[in-house]
Every structure is written in structure tokens, then in C-alpha cells.
């Protein structure tokens, strides 16, 4: 087996929360858990890691497989992070997040 390796790195403050934005990275289910946090702060981070795991996971990925941002879910599993989105569930993810940063890496074995 062949491991693939994706990694991203996204400065958090870089971010703009509009509308538009949010459609175009976030999945509905992301929506609804990213419009539960009341910080500002909070916000901005789960959406630079997103962004940052979705970067990741393209790195990893042949170019035919690749859907659109709003199309590839993640969510937690014993508080992991884990792709739902078929047929990419078996593709290892870890988000990091530090005061200014969000960084992400994926995992792909073939």
C-alpha cells in the first residue's frame, strides 16, 4: 500500500464569515453546528479547520474524486474527527488549532 499525505495550514484571523463564504465550505449539517456557537472567536476557528481538513483531504484525493467543499462532510467519532462522506470515510483526519492557526492533515492509504 501506497500512503498519500495531505496537510494545511490556515491563519484563522484570515477568515470572512460571509454568508456566501459559509455556503460555499460548510455542508448543512456543518451550518447548523457552526451557527451554534455564540463566539465570534469560536466561529472563525471550527471554520479555518474545516476549510484547513477540506484542503487536506483534496490533497489526498485524485482529481476526478474531488466534490465541492459544501459537498464533503466531517464530523466526530470518541471526539475524532472522521470524514461521513462516502466513499472517503476510510481517509485518516486530524485538525489542530493554536491561538492564530488551524492545521489539519489527511491520511490515505491505496
Not at 490556515?10 to 460571509?18: A, M, Q, W
Not at 448543512?28 to 451557527?35: G, N, T
Not at 471550527?46 to 462532510?73: H, M, N, T
Request: proline share 5%.
Amino acid at each position: 500500500m501506497n500512503p498519500r499525505v495531505g496537510i494545511d495550514i490556515l491563519e484563522i484571523s484570515r477568515l470572512d464569515l460571509k454568508p456566501v463564504f459559509l455556503e460555499r465550505i460548510l455542508t448543512l449539517h456543518e451550518l447548523e453546528e457552526y451557527q451554534k456557537f455564540e463566539d465570534l472567536g469560536r466561529k472563525k476557528e471550527f471554520c479555518a479547520g474545516r476549510w484547513a481538513a477540506k484542503e487536506a483531504i483534496y490533497k489526498v484525493l485524485d482529481e476526478k474524486e474531488r466534490l465541492p467543499f459544501s459537498q464533503l462532510e466531517i464530523g466526530y467519532r470518541n471526539d475524532r474527527p472522521i470524514i461521513l462522506t462516502s466513499p472517503f470515510e476510510s481517509i485518516a483526519i486530524s485538525i489542530s488549532h493554536e491561538k492564530h492557526y488551524s492545521v489539519a492533515i489527511a491520511l490515505r492509504w491505496q
